[in-house]
T-cell receptor
Framework: NAGVTQTPKFQVLKTGQSMTLQCAQDMNHNSMYWYRQDPGMGLRLIYYSASEGTTDKGEVPNGYNVSRLNKREFSLRLESAAPSQTSVYFC?????????????FGEGSRLTVL | AQTVTQSQPEMSVQEAETVTLSCTYDTSESDYYLFWYKQPPSRQMILVIRQEAYKQQNATENRFSVNFQKAAKSFSLKISDSQLGDAAMYFCAYRSAYYGQNFVFGPGTRLSVLP
């Protein structure tokens, strides 16, 4: 019963490098999300996808791109990493629309940009 | 835009005692959902409890219960018989029933449990 799986768990990048965070869910959820978590700020939404083939910007989308590859997978790409993108990133999914829509989270990915 | 406030950055409780974490939110909507999530040192975000705004009855899950005051826009979490495993960051979250894709999280409260 994997739930939401995201990789890698840890990554160190140099400024200007690119990378992709991968996320997959096996709960047949329509909606998927990428959040970043910074101390004292809770979780902030980067991008979300309400269904396969659609993506929308959240609160802090600058510097990121996403791809909803299929219903299961939702990737987050940093094209040119900056130190301000040092954070913990969470992928999540939910049953929305319908139900109370609580989020199911992956284990998080700690990214450090030097 | 909705906001969620957790005014207690840190709290501590003695093992087996009861502690209440505060959460207030600001919204003009009448229908919404509220959640408490727990984040232990493992970093995994775990749903603790949920509350539908249209329900007057406060939600309860074992040792966890909420005090939902809709008029006051308050949603506090009570942990009874605190255990060492309850030590974690706790996040309060709001989800609109109308624009449901955006969850709004509070900044979190770090709870320490003292043996």
């Amino acid at each position: 019963n994997a739930g939401v799986t995201q990789t890698p768990k840890f990554q160190v990048l140099k400024t200007g490098q690119s990378m992709t965070l991968q996320c997959a869910q096996d709960m047949n959820h329509n909606s998927m999300y990428w959040y970043r978590q910074d101390p004292g700020m809770g979780l902030r939404l980067i991008y979300y996808s309400a269904s396969e083939g659609t993506t929308d910007k959240g609160e802090v989308p600058n510097g990121y791109n996403v791809s909803r590859l299929n219903k299961r997978e939702f990737s987050l790409r940093l094209e040119s990493a900056a130190p301000s993108q040092t954070s913990v990133y969470f992928c999540a999914s939910s049953e929305l629309p319908g139900s109370t829509g609580e989020l199911f989270f992956g284990e998080g990915s700690r990214l450090t940009v030097l | 835009a909705q906001t969620v406030t957790q005014s207690q950055p840190e709290m501590s409780v003695q093992e087996a005692e009861t502690v209440t974490l505060s959460c207030t939110y600001d919204t003009s909507e009448s229908d919404y959902y509220l959640f408490w999530y727990k984040q232990p040192p493992s970093r995994q975000m775990i749903l603790v409890i949920r509350q539908e705004a249209y329900k007057q009855q406060n939600a309860t899950e074992n040792r966890f219960s909420v005090n939902f005051q809709k008029a006051a826009k308050s949603f506090s979490l009570k942990i009874s018989d605190s255990q060492l495993g309850d030590a974690a960051m706790y996040f309060c979250a709001y989800r609109s029933a109308y624009y449901g894709q955006n969850f709004v999280f509070g900044p979190g409260t770090r709870l320490s449990v003292l043996p």
